[in-house]
């Protein structure tokens, strides 16, 4: 775990008896850790993409004026399929008219059986039987076809050195191939639903570290909603444009997830005791702890090696003090508020360094004591949060 820390300090007017305590509000960033780690020395990458994307901007104008040439011709059959439709709309009027006389009728007879303070009642509220007939389709014949033309904007103009290009992974520097990547993206599918559209993408990727396969997964090959209307009402062309940058950003993901070493901002607060005599031990865990947070950086890893050393000293003196609590005796020096706020340094220290499993360690002990620790709201808010945290994705 790598990390850059800024410190700054908010003293806080706690009382615990004699002791007075104060805190501190620690704002690092943190160097997420992958399920798959890669050595140092070999974080680098090399990815090769196939796709169906060739396209030029002379393709592009190409094929549209290709499309129009065929519309043109094809124009005379569509205004006769235009009448086919229209005529079928107009059989369906002359249904629904009567279905609507019908239903009239019906509704009538039964009024008319109604008293006459009954009808007038009904019809002072608007309840009366009204013939509502349906609208006449009136027919509109397609306009001939017109050339215009496309914008170059709405279409993935890339090929397969630009896809793999826009593919990165965190902590990595691109060029060799120690860890190989490997995507295949196959064309877009739109499927139509009870009048929605929904696409999918199947993209095939397949990581090599030395030579070792270590993923191989296919995403983006379930269909997923697209648009609330049929795939024949939007631009086709556009949407593979804007699922196509969806598509990448689901493999950078998926690769930084598993391989990447990304940065991520985090702040956690630490409390100490100032009091001189009895709580020294305690103050220099304090210093121990936040100094050398400050002195982790990003890919120093002999450095961070000392830092994280004397981070621990710090540590250990937490873990000792713990073991002087009197829970039962509020007066004693170490007693249950001390344990409090040592607990919660443990807890949140851990869980900023995704050390999850000495977190979890630290939090059944603190669980084990809550009969004698008096928490806020807002103590028992932050540890509902710490503890989620410790149990996802753990």
């Known amino acids: 775990m790598n990390a850059i820390a800024v410190v700054s300090v908010i003293l806080m007017g706690l009382s615990a008896g004699a002791q007075s305590i104060s805190s501190e509000k620690v704002e690092f960033q943190s160097v997420n850790q992958p399920s798959e780690s890669v050595e140092e020395a070999n974080r680098n990458f090399n990815?090769?993409?196939?796709?169906?994307?060739?396209?030029?901007?002379?393709?592009?104008?190409?094929?549209?004026?290709?499309?129009?040439?065929?519309?043109?011709?094809?124009?005379?059959?569509?205004?006769?399929?235009?009448?086919?439709?229209?005529?079928?709309?107009?059989?369906?009027?002359?249904?629904?008219?009567?279905?609507?006389?019908?239903?009239?009728?019906?509704?009538?007879?039964?009024?008319?059986?109604?008293?006459?303070?009954?009808?007038?009642?009904?019809?002072?509220?608007?309840?009366?039987?009204?013939?509502v007939l349906p609208t006449k389709p009136v027919y509109v014949k397609p306009a001939p076809p017109v050339y215009q033309e496309p914008n170059l904007k709405n279409f993935s103009i890339v090929d397969n050195n630009v896809l793999a290009s826009q593919i990165n992974i965190d902590g990595y520097s691109r060029g060799a191939n120690y860890v190989d990547v490997n995507v295949d993206i196959k064309s877009p599918t739109f499927?139509?639903?009870?009048?929605?559209?929904?696409?999918?993408?199947?993209?095939?990727?397949?990581?090599?570290?030395?030579?070792?396969?270590?993923?191989?997964?296919?995403?983006?090959?379930?269909?997923?909603?697209?648009?609330?209307?049929?795939?024949?009402?939007?631009?086709?062309?556009?949407?593979?444009?804007?699922?196509?940058?969806?598509?990448?950003?689901?493999?950078?993901?998926?690769l930084n997830q598993k391989f990447g070493y990304t940065a991520a901002n985090k702040t956690i607060v630490l409390q100490s005791v100032k009091n001189k005599g009895q709580y020294d031990d305690l103050a220099k865990a304090d210093i121990y702890v936040t100094t050398n947070l400050k002195k982790l950086q990003p890919g120093a890893a002999e450095s961070n090696q000392i830092a994280y050393a004397n981070m621990q000293k710090g540590i250990d003196i937490w873990n000792a003090a713990l073991q002087k609590i009197d829970y039962k005796n509020?007066?004693?020096?170490?007693?249950?508020?001390?344990?409090?706020?040592?607990?919660?340094?443990?807890?949140?220290?851990?869980?900023?360094?995704?050390?999850?499993?000495?977190?979890?360690?630290?939090?059944?002990?603190?669980?084990?004591?809550?009969?004698?620790?008096?928490?806020?709201?807002?103590?028992?808010?932050?540890?509902?949060?710490?503890?989620?945290?410790?149990?996802?994705?753990?």
């Open 47 to 131: 990815v090769t993409v196939t796709s169906p994307y060739s396209l030029t901007a002379e393709d592009i104008v190409k094929k549209s004026k290709e499309d129009h040439a065929l519309a043109v011709k094809n124009y005379d059959q569509t205004v006769a399929q235009s009448k086919v439709d229209y005529n079928e709309k107009l059989k369906e009027h002359d249904a629904d008219v009567a279905k609507a006389k019908s239903t009239y009728e019906l509704e009538q007879t039964e009024f008319k059986k109604l008293s006459m303070l009954e009808r007038l009642t009904m019809t002072e509220a608007g309840k009366n039987p009204k013939l």
């Open 191 to 254: 499927q139509d639903n009870n009048g929605q559209t929904f696409i999918n993408q199947p993209t095939k990727v397949v990581v090599k570290v030395n030579g070792v396969e270590k993923l191989n997964t296919v995403l983006f090959k379930d269909f997923a909603f697209l648009s609330s209307v049929p795939s024949n009402n939007i631009d086709k062309a556009s949407e593979e444009k804007r699922h196509l940058t969806k598509v990448i950003a689901g493999v950078n993901a998926l």
């Open 330 to 394: 509020p007066k004693a020096d170490f007693n249950a508020k001390i344990a409090q706020f040592v607990y919660f340094n443990l807890i949140r220290l851990n869980v900023a360094l995704n050390r999850k499993t000495e977190a979890e360690k630290i939090l059944n002990q603190l669980q084990e004591n809550l009969i004698y620790i008096k928490l806020s709201s807002s103590e028992e808010s932050e540890l509902a949060k710490l503890e989620k945290e410790i149990y996802s994705k753990k």
